[in-house]
C-alpha cells in the first residue's frame, strides 16, 4: 500500500520513495510483536505533475489501467493522457506492471480491512484529485478580477466523485474567504490563484488521504503490540529517507530533500565525531586540536534558519504580486557574501546554486511560489463535512486533529487551539515542522547508519560505474566518516589480540588484563626501537592499542616478511628432513634392485646397455617366477616419485622385468601348448619361445611332433567326419587310404592323437564299414540267386540259345559297374557342398560359392598389377618371395579332396597370399587354420607359415618397419596396410613401444595425404560442400585403413607415453584400493579423479592449466560434485581455455575424448558431449587429432543407435549422444579456421576470427554477410557495447602486419579473394578483429570493461612494437611507461626482471638500451624496479585494475604517433618521378617535394592515424638535413588563402564510399575539404638549424590526394605510393600544391588506411569502390 501511494518514477530510480517513513518495531521476548509507521516530508507536489523524465504516484496509473474492472466502471476514469497531473510526465514505468500491482493493491487493502465500499470510497478520491487536474480558468467577462471555469465538466465530476455539492465546490476554487474580526469577506481570485487554490485542493486531499491509510496501517499493525509495549517491550526504530538529489533541473522538491539531508548529516557528523571522542575519552586518549570534521551548520543557516531562504520564500508567498524572480533577488541580496550561496553567472534568471555538503547544487526557481503555496480554501472544511461518503467526511477532521496537535506541540500555536495562526500556510513551513518532529525522535534514539548505493544510472543489473558510486559515497558522509576516523587511530586492537597478531607466538597473560597490557607495551617498545616508530604512532589506552594507519601497514608488511622468512627457514629443515627420510627408504630399495639384477647376472654387462639378454636360461623356469614377483616388487617401491635412485638402476630393472614378463608369458603358452589341438598356435609358441631364446627342452621337441600330428591328423578326421555324416563308402575308403599313407588306420587308435577324441570317429568308422560289408554279403546273395534263376530259365529254352545267353550274361554284369561308378562320381561331386552344409560350429571354415576361373583370373590380374616386396627377413633365413602361381593350377591328383573341392582351395590360398603380403597375422593365422582343416597340401602352405613365423620375431618386425619405404606425396595403400600390421603386431608382442608408435604415427600421416590427394576424397568434398577427411572415401580397404590408423588414440604422437605418465591424483585412503589397477589401463578412460599431470607433452608452465582444465570437466559432467553456478563457470573456463590458447587445445580435446570413453553415467555421457559440440564449435584441434576425433564421433553415431535398437524398449539417452556426435561431425567439416572457401554449406559460412588477446571466435553467418555486420555481431560475442571502434583485418601465414579490410566487403568476396590467394601463393588468410585507430585522447570506459581490456591490449602491443626512434620519449618517460606496465602485469616485477626476462626488458626499454653498455644495463634493470617500487607506494596496494590500466596508458598515449599504422619506404627522387610511366594520381602537380634535404633517396617510415599522414626518417640519424613532415587532413588555416578552390574543387569530385545510407556524408566531406589550406608558419630559425646539423624542423602540411598502385615496372618489387600536398617547397616559399612520390611494398594498404583514416574522422563506412 505504501509502495502504490507513496512511490513514484524519478529519474534515477523507477520506484523511488517520495516520503521519509518511520518504522517503529516492538519487540518482546525475542519475537515481533507489532509495528508503527509515521511519514514525514510528503512529495505532495508531485500530485500536481511531474517533470521530464518522472511520473506521478503509481496509484493513479494502477488505477487508470484497471479502469475496465466492474467496481471501477462507474468512475468512468479516462486514459492517463487525458489527465493534466499526468500527462506532463511519463506514462510507463520500464518494469513495473501497473495492472498486476493494481491487484496486490487491491488484496493489501483488503488485508486492511476495507471492505468493496471503503475501496470504492478510497479510489473515488483519487479519481476526483485527477478531475480537479482538468479545470482551467480564464478571466470573467466584463474586466473584473474574478476567474471562471473554462469547462464546467470537470469540476462537476470532481464533485460527483466526493459526493459533494458542485456549485460548493466550483465556489472553493474561484472565491476566497477572509476572516475580518468576526465576520468574512469574500473576494474573487484571479486565474493564477484559482490554479493556486484547486492545486491546494488536490494536494491536501491526496496528504489527508495517505495520512489516513497510515492511521489505518498502525492500526492493524500496532494492535497486538500495545500490550507488549505496557509490558517493557524493546523499541527498534527504522528510518527510511531519499538521499541526496543532484539533477539537471532541481526545484523545490530537490531543495526539500537535500535541506533534509543536510540535517541528518549533521547529525551523522556530529555523532560519529562524539563516538570518536567519548571512545578516546573512555581509554584515557588525550585529542589533538587538529581532530576536526566537516560541519554543515552555515548551510543549515542559509536554508533553514531565521531569514533563509524558507522565510523569504514563505515571505514572498504573502505578497500579492511577488514571483519567482523576486524571491530569487532577495535571496541573493539577504545572503549574497554568503560562503555557501552561489550566484548565477548572467542576471535575469530565476536562479541560484548551494554548495551543500554533498556538492554543489543549482536550483531552478521557476515555479517555487506556486509549489510552495498551500492555499487550501478554508471553507473546504465545512464543505467535506457535508460530503455523502464517510470516508471523504473523515479527511478533514484526521488532518485538522493533526495539524493542530503538532501545532501546539511545536509552538506555533501561541494564540490558542482555535487560532488561524495553528496551521501551516505554505509547503516549507509545514516540511520544516516535519524535520523538526523527526530529528527530535532521531536524537532520543541510538543510531546506527545504512547508505544504500546504486551501481549505475541506467537502472540495469550487472553494471558497476565507479565514477557514480564515488560520488554517492562522497555525498552520503561515507568518505568523511573514514577521513574522521583516520585523523585519529584508525586502528584498534586489543591487548589480546594485539599481542597474537605482532607477536609472532608471544603468549599474553593468563587471562589478567593487567599482565597483557604488560605485555602490549613491552611488546610496542620492541617494535617502535626495531622499526624505528615514530612518537606517538602507536598508543597504549586502558583495555586497546591504538595505532595510526601507517603504522599498522607497516608492522603489518614486516609481520608478513617474518613470517616469510621463518617459512622459508621451516621448509628448508623440513626438506632436509624429507630428503635425509628418503635416502634412508631409498638405500635398501635400491639394495634390493641390485640382488635381484645381480642374480640375472645383469650388473656384470656394460654401463651403456640397457636392453638385457635372455634371463629364464640365467634363472632357469623354475627360480624366473619368484624372481619376477620379487623384482617387480622392489621396482613398485623404488619407482615412486621422490626417492634419490640412481635412473640408470631404474631403467635397467625396468628393462629386466619387461624381458623376464615377455619370456615367462612364452613360457605359459609354450606350456599350455601341450594340450592345443591348434598345429598354428603351436607353431606360434615355439616360435616366440625361440625369438626369445627360452631354455631348450623336450617339451619343444613335443610340440613340433605334435604340430607335425596334427597337420597330417585333423584333415583326416575332418573328412572322416564328413564321410560318417554322408554315409559314403567311397569317401570313407578314400579316407582309409590317406590314414594307411600316414601310418595309421581307421580299425585301431593307434597313433593317433587322443585330444582330438577320435575314439567315437574310429567306432563310427567301424561301424559303416561293418554295415557296408553287410549290405555287400547281401548283394552278393541275390546276385546269385537271380543268376541262378536265369540259369534255370535259360536251361528250359531252347538248346540253340544258350550259348547266346551266356555270352550275354557277362555283358550285363559288366554293365552294372559303370552304372555305380557314375553314380559315384555324382555323390563325391556334391560332397563339398554336403559337407559344408553338415559342418559343426565352432570349427574353421570360409564357405565363398565362386567360379575357380573367375578366382583365379582375380588373383593374377591383381599379382600382375601390384607386384609385392617383402623386406625385413632375418639374416640366417631364406628370403620370403610371394606364392607363385604354379601352386595354383597344380594338378587334381596332387591334392586333397577331402572337404572342399579344388574351388574353395584356390580361393584360401588367394586369401593366403593377400594377407602374407600385407602382413596381416590375425588374418593369416585365420587362414592358415582353415586351409589345414580344408586339407590343402602342406607344401603350399610352407611359404605362409613361413611368413607367420617370422611376424612372432621382434627383430623381424623393426628390420621391416625400418625398409617400408611410404612415399610423401601418395603413398601406396598396401605399403601402409604393411606398415600398420607390423605397428599392431609389435605392439601384440610388447616390442618396442616407441617404434610402433612412430610407425602407427607414419601411418596416420600417409592416409590423410593419401586422402588429401585422392581424387575421390576431392570429389566427396566438393560435392558435399565439406573439408577433405581421411574417412571421405568410397573404397572399402581405404575406409578400413583409415578407421585401424586413427581408432587407437595411443598412437597420438602428442600423447604421453602410458608408462612415463603420473596418473591421478588420489587420497591416501584410496591409493592402496587403487593400486591392482594398471597404471596404463586408466589413462584414456573415465575417471573421477584428478590428473597428476597432463595427458599430452606440453610446456611446464601449461601443466598447472591442463589439471585446472581436466577439474573444470570433472565438475561440469558431474564427476565432482558442485552446484550449478560453478558448473556453469567451469564450463565457461573450458571454453575459454580452448579459445584463447591454441597450445593447450588438444589436451582439453584428449581429456574429453578420456572422459567419454567407458563412461557408466549416462548423464555424465551426456553432458560431456554437449561440451565436446561447444568445443568444437568455439576452436577444432589440431589436423592431427581431427582425424581421431571424427572416428570417436563416427564410432558413436552408428554404435549407439544400433544398442538401442537391440534393447526392448527404446532409450532417448541414445539417439541423443547419436545426434551430438553427429552434430559434431558437421561442425568439424565446416569449422576448421581460416578456410571460409572450403566452410560453406548452403547460405552459411564458418569463420575464426582472432583476437588482440590470443582468443579465436568461431562464427557462423549468411555468406551475403558485410564485415561490418559480423563486426556488430563480433561485439555480442565478446561483451564489446562500442563494436565500432574496431574493424577487421587480414592476415597471411607469413605476414606479420595484418591489413585493414573495408566494412562493406562480403564474406563471400572474402572467402573468394582468398581462395585465389591460396591458389597463387600457398598462403592461407585469416581474421583479425583489432582497433582501426588508437586515439590519443581517448580514456578506458569503466562501463565497458572488455572494450577497455582489448584497446590496453592493443596500445601495449603498439608500445613494444614502435619502429621508428623518433618515437622514443624521454629517459624519464621511458622508465615511467615501463614502470607503469610491471606494475599492471605482474606483482613480482623484479623476478620477471632479473630472472630470465630479457626480452620483455629490453622490448620496454629497447631505445634506452642500445645507448648502454651491459654494465649501465643492469644500473637501469634496478632503476626501473626502483621506479615500480615508488609507484606502488604512492597509488597503495590495492588499485582496481581498471584504474592501472587507465594510468598505463596515458603514459602510451604521451609517445608520438600513438597507435598509428606505420610502413617502410622510400621516396624517389623527384628527377625520376617525372619519367614513372604510370602515375597513382591523376594529373599529378609537376614540382615535387623533397622529404630530405641532403639526400635524393632516403628511407623512411610512413605513419598514418586519425589526423593525417606522417612521414619521418627511418634511421637514428635523425639529424643532418632530414625532417620530420605532418601533412594532415585538417589543420588552423587562413580564411583568405589562395588554395580555397583548389579544395573546393576536389571536395566536387568526391563520391561517398559505396553503400553509405548518410545523406550527410557529401556535406561533410565538403565542408571539411573546402576550407582554405592551411598556412604553415616555421620559424626560420627551426629551418636554419636543421640545414646547419642541428634539430632537423618539423614542417606540415596538407594531404590533399594519394594514389597507389600495387605493381609499377618503375619500382620493382614494390608499390607505388603518391601523395599531393599543399605544403612549401623551402623555407622562404609560399604554401604551394607538391608531388611525394614513395616506393612502398604496402602501397595499396597504406592508401586504403588513410581512406580509412578520413571515413573514421567523417563517421563514414569504409568501402572500396
Known amino acids: 500500500v505504501l509502495e502504490a501511494f507513496g512511490n513514484a518514477m524519478t529519474v534515477r530510480n523507477h520506484n523511488s520513495s517520495r516520503f521519509v517513513k518511520w518504522l517503529d518495531f516492538l519487540v518482546f521476548e525475542d519475537r515481533l510483536q507489532g509495528c508503527q509507521i509515521q511519514q514525514y516530508l510528503l512529495e505532495v507536489t508531485r500530485v500536481c505533475g511531474a517533470g521530464r523524465g518522472e511520473r506521478g504516484y503509481h496509484i493513479f496509473f494502477q488505477l487508470l489501467q484497471a479502469r475496465s474492472e466492474l467496481e471501477l466502471r462507474e468512475l468512468q476514469l479516462e486514459d492517463a493522457r487525458q489527465y493534466r497531473f499526468l500527462s506532463g510526465g511519463e506514462l510507463i514505468a520500464p518494469g513495473i506492471d501497473d495492472a498486476a500491482c493494481f491487484t496486490e493493491t487491491k488484496d493489501a487493502l483488503a488485508t486492511l480491512g476495507f471492505a468493496d465500499t471503503g475501496r470504492t470510497e478510497l479510489f473515488r478520491v483519487l479519481a476526483a484529485i485527477l478531475s480537479f487536474g482538468n479545470c482551467t480558468f480564464c478571466p470573467v467577462t466584463g474586466g473584473g478580477d474574478g476567474a471562471c471555469l473554462e469547462a464546467e465538466a470537470p469540476a462537476k465530476r470532481a464533485a460527483e466523485l466526493l459526493g459533494l455539492e458542485a456549485e460548493a465546490m466550483e465556489h472553493c476554487m474561484l472565491v476566497k474567504r477572509i476572516a475580518v474580526g468576526r465576520d468574512f469577506v469574500e473576494t474573487a481570485l484571479r486565474p493564477d490563484k484559482a490554479v493556486a487554490a484547486r492545486d491546494g485542493i488536490s494536494k491536501f486531499l491526496y496528504g489527508a488521504l495517505f495520512q489516513f491509510l497510515i492511521q489505518r496501517l498502525n492500526a492493524e499493525l500496532h494492535a497486538a503490540g500495545r500490550d507488549a509495549r505496557s509490558r517493557g517491550a524493546c ?371 656394460s654401463c651403456g646397455e640397457t636392453q638385457p639378454g635372455p634371463l629364464m636360461r640365467q634363472l632357469g623356469p623354475e627360480v624366473a617366477p619368484p624372481a619376477m614377483e620379487e623384482l617387480e616388487t622392489a621396482l613398485s617401491a623404488a619407482s615412486r616419485p621422490g626417492l634419490p635412485i640412481s635412473q640408470q638402476l631404474l631403467q635397467l630393472a625396468s628393462a629386466a622385468s619387461e624381458r623376464l614378463a615377455k619370456e615367462l608369458k612364452a613360457w605359459r603358452h609354450l606350456q599350455n601348448s601341450a594340450s592345443c589341438t591348434d598345429p ?544 559434431c561431425l558437421d561442425v568439424l567439416a565446416v569449422c576448421q579456421p581460416a578456410r571460409c572457401d572450403e566452410e560453406k554449406s548452403g547460405d552459411m559460412v564458418g569463420v575464426c576470427v582472432y583476437l588482440i588477446d590470443g582468443r579465436s571466435q568461431n562464427l557462423f553467418v549468411p555468406v551475403a554477410t558485410t564485415l561490418r555486420q559480423m563486426s556488430e555481431l563480433m561485439g555480442k560475442r565478446v561483451w564489446v557495447k562500442n563494436w565500432q571502434d574496431f574493424a577487421f583485418f587480414q592476415a597471411t601465414d607469413k605476414s606479420d602486419v595484418p591489413r585493414i579490410l573495408p566494412d562493406q566487403l562480403a564474406v563471400s568476396e572474402l572467402c573468394t579473394l582468398w581462395k585465389q590467394l591460396r591458389d597463387a601463393t600457398s598462403l592461407q588468410g585469416h581474421l583479425h578483429w583489432h582497433r582501426r585507430f588508437l586515439k590519443p585522447q581517448e580514456l578506458l570506459l569503466a562501463s565497458d570493461p572488455y572494450h577497455a581490456a582489448l584497446t590496453f591490449r592493443q596500445a601495449v602491443q603498439w608500445h613494444l612494437r614502435r619502429p621508428a626512434p623518433c618515437q622514443a620519449g624521454s629517459p624519464e618517460q621511458e622508465l615511467a611507461a615501463a614502470a607503469a606496465l610491471l606494475w599492471l602485469d605482474s606483482d613480482s616485477p623484479a623476478q620477471k626482471v632479473l630472472q630470465g626476462e630479457e626480452k620483455l626488458f629490453e622490448q620496454l626499454l629497447k631505445f634506452q638500451m642500445n645507448r648502454l653498455k651491459p654494465r649501465e644495463q643492469a644500473g637501469m634493470r634496478q632503476t626501473l624496479l626502483q621506479k615500480v617500487k615508488e609507484v606502488r607506494q604512492r597509488e597503495g596496494p590495492r588499485v582496481p585494475q581498471m584504474r592501472r590500466m587507465g594510468r598505463a596508458l596515458r603514459l602510451l598515449q604521451s609517445f608520438r604517433f600513438f597507435g598509428a599504422h606505420h610502413w617502410l619506404a622510400k621516396q624517389i627522387a623527384p628527377a625520376k618521378t617525372a619519367g614513372l610511366q604510370l602515375q597513382a594520381v591523376a594529373s599529378p602537380p609537376e614540382r615535387s617535394l623533397s622529404l630530405h634535404q641532403r639526400q635524393t633517396e632516403p628511407e623512411v617510415i610512413i605513419f598514418v592515424d586519425a589526423q593525417g599522414l606522417h612521414v619521418v626518417p627511418a634511421d637514428s640519424s635523425s639529424d643532418h638535413g632530414s625532417c620530420q613532415w605532418s601533412f594532415m587532413f585538417k589543420a588552423p588555416i587562413s580564411e583568405n588563402d589562395s588554395a580555397a578552390s583548389t579544395f573546393q574543387s576536389s571536395s566536387s569530385s568526391y563520391q561517398a564510399p559505396k553503400g553509405s545510407s548518410d545523406p550527410g556524408a557529401r556535406s561533410r566531406v565538403s565542408s571539411m575539404l573546402s576550407e582554405s589550406a592551411v598556412t604553415v608558419q616555421r620559424r626560420m630559425s627551426e629551418w636554419h638549424e636543421g640545414e646547419n646539423g642541428g634539430p632537423a624542423g618539423r614542417p606540415s602540411g596538407r594531404l590533399l590526394r594519394w594514389g597507389a598502385l600495387g605493381a609499377c615496372s618503375d619500382v620493382p618489387g614494390r608499390g607505388l605510393l603518391q601523395l599531393v600536398v599543399h605544403a612549401p617547397e623551402s623555407p622562404r616559399d609560399k604554401p604551394t600544391q607538391l608531388l611525394v612520390s614513395l616506393a612502398c611494398p604496402a602501397a595499396l594498404n597504406a592508401a586504403f588506411v588513410v581512406h580509412c583514416a578520413l571515413c573514421e574522422s567523417l563517421q563514414l563506412p569504409t568501402a572500396c569502390e
Open 235 to 605: 523499541s527498534i526504530g527504522i528510518l527510511d529517507i531519499a538521499g541526496f538529489e543532484s539533477f539537471e533541473r532541481n526545484s523545490l522538491e530537490q531543495l526539500l530533500i537535500n535541506v533534509s539531508n543536510e540535517h541528518l548529516q549533521q547529525f551523522f557528523n556530529n555523532h560519529v565525531f562524539q563516538a570518536e571522542l567519548e571512545d578516546y575519552t573512555r581509554e584515557g586518549l588525550l585529542v589533538g586540536d587538529d581532530f576536526e570534521f566537516k560541519d554543515s551548520s552555515d548551510i543549515l543557516t542559509l536554508v533553514d534558519g531565521r531569514g533563509g531562504v524558507f522565510d523569504i520564500l514563505d515571505e514572498e508567498n504573502t505578497i500579492p504580486k511577488a514571483t519567482d524572480l523576486s524571491f530569487v533577488t532577495k535571496v541573493l541580496g539577504s545572503h549574497g557574501q554568503h560562503p555557501r550561496l552561489m550566484k548565477p553567472k548572467f542576471g535575469g534568471h530565476a536562479k541560484f546554486g548551494v554548495h551543500h555538503f554533498a556538492g554543489t547544487v543549482l536550483y531552478t526557481c521557476e515555479g517555487f511560489l506556486e509549489k510552495n503555496s498551500d492555499q487550501t480554501p478554508e471553507d473546504f472544511a465545512a464543505l467535506l463535512s457535508t460530503s455523502k461518503f464517510e470516508l471523504v467526511r473523515s479527511l478533514w477532521k484526521e488532518e485538522a486533529a493533526a495539524a493542530s496537535a503538532g501545532a501546539v506541540q511545536k509552538g506555533y500555536n501561541k494564540g490558542g487551539p482555535n487560532s488561524r495562526k495553528a496551521k501551516c500556510k505554505s509547503t516549507t513551513s509545514k516540511f520544516r515542522a516535519s524535520l523538526r518532529e523527526l530529528l527530535e525522535k532521531i536524537q532520543a534514539a541510538e543510531p546506527h547508519f545504512v547508505r544504500c548505493i546504486k551501481p549505475n544510472s541506467e537502472k540495469v543489473p550487472e553494471l558497476f560505474d565507479s565514477a557514480m558510486v564515488m560520488n554517492q559515497l562522497r555525498q552520503s558522509g561515507v568518505l568523511e566518516t573514514i577521513r574522521i576516523r583516520q585523523q585519529g587511530y584508525s586502528i584498534r586492537v586489543l591487548f589480546e589480540d594485539f599481542t597474537k597478531r605482532f607477536g609472532l607466538g608471544r603468549q599474553s597473560g593468563a587471562g589478567s588484563q593487567q599482565s597483557a597490557r604488560v605485555d602490549a607495551e613491552a611488546l610496542i617498545q620492541k617494535l617502535t626501537d626495531q622499526h624505528k616508530l615514530e612518537s606517538g604512532a602507536i598508543v597504549v589506552g586502558k583495555s586497546k592499542v591504538f595505532l595510526k594507519a601507517w603504522a599498522a601497514d607497516k608492522l603489518e608488511a614486516a609481520k608478513n616478511l617474518r613470517i616469510f622468512q621463518i617459512a622459508v627457514r621451516v621448509q628448508a629443515l623440513m626438506r632436509r628432513r624429507l630428503v635425509q627420510k628418503k635416502i634412508a627408504e631409498a638405500e635398501p630399495l635400491a639394495n634390493k634392485l641390485r640382488d635381484c639384477l645381480r642374480r640375472m647376472g645383469l650388473l656384470e654387462t
Open 680 to 1223: 598354428v598356435e603351436i607353431m606360434k609358441a615355439v616360435v616366440r619361445a625361440k625369438d626369445l631364446e627360452l631354455p631348450s627342452t623336450a617339451l619343444i621337441q613335443e610340440l613340433n611332433q605334435r604340430c607335425d600330428a596334427l597337420r597330417s591328423q585333423l584333415p583326416l578326421l575332418g573328412a572322416l567326419r564328413a564321410a560318417l555324416q554322408q554315409g559314403s563308402d567311397e569317401q570313407l575308403a578314400d579316407v582309409a587310404a590317406d590314414a594307411s599313407n600316414h601310418g595309421l588306420s581307421l580299425a585301431s587308435p593307434a597313433g593317433w592323437l587322443q585330444d582330438l577324441d577320435v575314439e567315437s570317429l574310429l567306432a563310427g568308422a567301424r561301424e559303416q564299414q561293418k554295415q557296408t560289408q553287410q549290405r555287400r554279403q547281401q548283394q552278393q546273395q541275390q546276385q546269385q540267386q537271380q543268376q541262378q534263376q536265369r540259369q534255370q530259365q535259360h536251361q528250359q529254352q531252347q538248346p540253340h540259345q544258350q550259348p547266346q545267353q551266356q555270352s550275354e550274361e557277362p555283358t550285363e554284369v559288366v554293365h552294372q559297374r559303370p552304372e555305380r561308378t557314375d553314380t559315384i562320381e555324382h555323390k563325391q561331386s556334391e560332397r563339398p557342398n554336403e559337407a559344408e552344409q553338415q559342418r559343426q560350429p565352432g570349427q574353421p571354415h570360409e564357405a565363398h560359392q565362386q567360379h575357380a576361373s573367375e578366382v583365379k583370373g582375380k588373383q593374377q590380374s591383381k599379382h600382375s598389377e601390384d607386384s609385392v616386396k617383402h623386406h625385413g627377413v632375418l639374416s640366417g633365413a631364406a628370403s620370403l618371395p610371394p606364392p607363385s602361381s604354379s601352386g595354383y593350377s597344380s594338378s587334381r591328383e596332387g591334392r586333397k579332396r577331402a572337404i572342399t573341392g579344388e574351388v574353395g582351395q584356390i580361393h584360401l590360398l588367394s586369401s593366403l597370399k593377400e594377407a602374407a603380403e600385407t602382413y596381416e597375422a590375425a588374418a593369416l593365422e585365420q587362414l592358415l587354420k582353415e586351409a589345414i582343416f580344408a586339407g590343402v597340401d602342406d607344401d603350399e602352405l610352407k611359404e605362409f607359415h613361413h611368413v607367420l613365423q617370422l611376424l612372432q620375431t621382434e627383430s623381424f618386425l623393426h628390420q621391416a618397419i625400418q625398409e617400408i619405404h611410404v612415399d610423401q606425396s601418395c603413398p601406396k595403400l598396401v605399403s601402409l596396410k604393411r606398415l600398420q600390421n607390423l605397428s599392431h603386431q609389435l605392439r601384440m608382442l610388447q616390442g618396442d613401444e616407441d617404434l610402433a608408435r612412430a610407425a602407427a604415427i607414419a601411418v596416420q600421416h600417409g592416409t590423410r595425404r593419401r586422402s588429401l590427394n585422392s581424387a575421390t576424397a576431392n570429389e566427396f568434398a566438393a560435392t558435399r560442400n565439406r573439408l577433405k577427411s581421411a574417412f571421405d572415401v568410397s573404397d572399402e580397404a581405404e575406409y578400413q585403413l583409415a578407421c585401424s590408423a586413427f581408432k587407437d588414440l595411443r598412437s597420438f604422437s602428442k600423447l604421453k607415453g602410458q608408462g612415463r605418465w603420473r596418473g591421478h591424483r588420489t587420497s591416501q585412503m584410496i591409493r592402496l584400493e587403487l593400486s591392482q589397477i594398471r597404471h596404463a589401463d586408466g589413462m584414456l578412460e573415465h575417471s573421477k579423479l584428478s590428473i597428476g599431470e597432463s595427458l599430452t607433452k606440453l610446456l611446464r608452465s601449461r601443466e598447472s592449466a591442463a589439471v585446472k582444465n581436466f577439474k573444470n570437466i570433472l565438475c561440469w559432467m558431474g564427476d565432482k560434485p558442485a552446484q550449478e553456478c560453478q558448473r556453469i563457470a567451469s564450463k565457461e573456463n573450458v571454453l575459454s581455455l580452448v579459445s584463447s590458447d591454441p597450445i593447450i587445445r588438444d589436451e582439453v580435446f584428449v581429456q574429453m575424448l578420456k572422459q567419454l570413453t567407458s563412461n557408466p553415467s549416462r548423464r555424465s555421457q551426456w553432458l560431456g558431449w554437449q561440451l565436446l559440440l561447444q568445443l568444437c564449435k568455439a576452436a577444432p584441434p589440431s589436423d592431427e587429432l581431427v582425424e581421431f576425433l571424427r572416428y570417436f564421433c563416427i564410432q558413436a553415431a552408428r554404435k549407439l543407435p544400433a544398442q538401442e535398437a537391440a534393447g526392448d524398449q527404446k532409450d532417448a539417452h541414445a539417439w541423443q549422444i547419436a545426434g551430438l556426435a553427429s552434430q
